[in-house]
């Protein structure tokens, strides 16, 4: 089993939709997750941290559930700007934070 | 507020020469990271840094020398490119490893590299 796994996508929603993506990971022992979004040719860049049972910042809502082992990414209110690739990412015991290969969003008007 | 660059933005080279990717940062981080990105894989991560002269193998570092002399600075060469390390190069930077908290990674712009 991979140790973090993403639906690929893409997903395409209309403008004002509510999307929500899943991210699997395999070692329960994992403390810190994060949701990166990358767009087109750019660098990933922070979105949002997930320390605890969850995080909302405005439109986007993060959830951790430890039992089933998957984090959550809830955008309300989707617009055009949302489109990216939102990468899960999870810190393991030992090691570097790994990388979800993402998920892909597209806003249509 | 600097952060974290990278140069060159891109590059252009044939198979066999020698390549030099840099990377620097401006917030006394103690680890540097280097990945690939290529389509259908994601991120690899190549090499990475807890602290000068502190280095560790990544995910894929066969073909990849780093080094760590300074704190802000982490270059990557390539010993003799092959057409399989044509991908785009990020460097990242985080204020720790813990699992305690501040480890969130910053990147920086990327090198798009093409080796012909």
């Known amino acids: 089993r991979k140790e973090v796994e993403q639906d690929p996508g893409p997903f395409n929603v209309p403008e004002g939709a509510t999307v929500a993506f899943n991210c699997t990971y395999s070692n329960s022992a994992s403390q810190s997750f994060f949701w990166y979004r990358q767009d087109c040719r750019k660098e990933p860049k922070l979105l949002m941290s997930?320390?605890?049972s969850g995080n909302e910042d405005g439109r986007f809502t993060a959830q951790l559930n430890r039992a089933s082992q998957y984090i959550s990414l809830l955008i309300r209110d989707s617009k055009l700007s949302d489109s990216a690739t939102y990468l899960c990412?999870?810190?393991?015991?030992?090691?570097?934070?790994?990388f979800g290969k993402g998920t892909r969003l597209s806003v249509i008007a | 507020d600097a952060g974290i660059t990278q140069s060159p933005r891109y590059k252009i080279t044939e198979t066999g020469r020698q390549v030099t990717l840099m990377c620097h940062q401006t917030w006394s981080h103690s680890y540097m990271f280097w990945y690939r990105q290529d389509l259908g894989h994601g991120l690899r991560l190549i090499y990475y840094?807890?602290?000068?002269?502190?280095?560790d193998k990544g995910e894929v570092p066969d073909g990849y020398v780093v080094s760590r002399s300074k704190t802000e600075n982490f270059p990557l060469t390539l010993e003799s490119a092959t057409r399989s390390q044509t991908s785009v190069y990020f460097c990242?930077?985080?204020?720790?490893?813990?699992?305690?908290?501040?480890?969130?990674?910053?990147f920086g712009p990327g090198t798009r590299l093409t080796v012909l």
């Open positions: 997930v320390y605890s």
């Open positions: 990412v999870v810190n393991l015991p030992v090691g570097p934070l790994v």
């Open positions: 990242a930077s985080s204020e720790s490893m813990s699992l305690a908290g501040h480890n969130e990674q910053f």
């Open positions: 840094s807890a602290a000068a002269d502190i280095t």
